[in-house]
């Protein structure tokens, strides 16, 4: 098994920056990619970033592209997202996941963190 545990979140004003952890564990933990996806009240859980764990190629949903940072410390087994220039919208709970599959789609992730709530004020 592979537990996720996400920390950082808070809650900061527009144009402030966060930075999110995820911290892994488990013997089996050895994914191909992992992912950022968040989840505003009321709405579906969205893509946001993901970086493929040994190559440490990314991939950003455009909303987030040159604000956001995706990176990974493979000797630490901890996925990060850097937020800068945070916005009202970016508000959410954001959630870490693993996975064999460097995907947009939530579906193709078979762990999941317990999420950290976002939330930015104007």
């Known amino acids: 098994q592979v537990q996720l545990v996400e920390s950082g979140g808070g809650l900061v004003q527009a144009g402030d920056s966060l930075r999110l952890s995820c911290a892994a564990s488990g013997r089996t933990f050895s994914p191909y990619a992992m992912g950022w996806f968040r989840q505003a009240p009321g709405k579906e859980r969205d893509f946001v970033a993901y970086?493929?764990?040994?190559?440490?190629?990314?991939y950003y949903v455009d909303s987030v592209k040159g604000r956001f940072t995706i990176s990974r410390d493979t000797a630490k087994n901890t996925l990060y997202l850097q937020m800068n220039s945070l916005k009202p919208e970016d508000t959410a709970v954001y959630y870490c996941a693993s996975g064999p599959y460097a995907s947009s789609q939530s579906r193709r992730y078979a762990y999941w963190g317990q999420g950290t709530q976002v939330t930015v004020s104007s």
């Open positions: 970086i493929n764990w040994r190559g440490g190629n990314t």
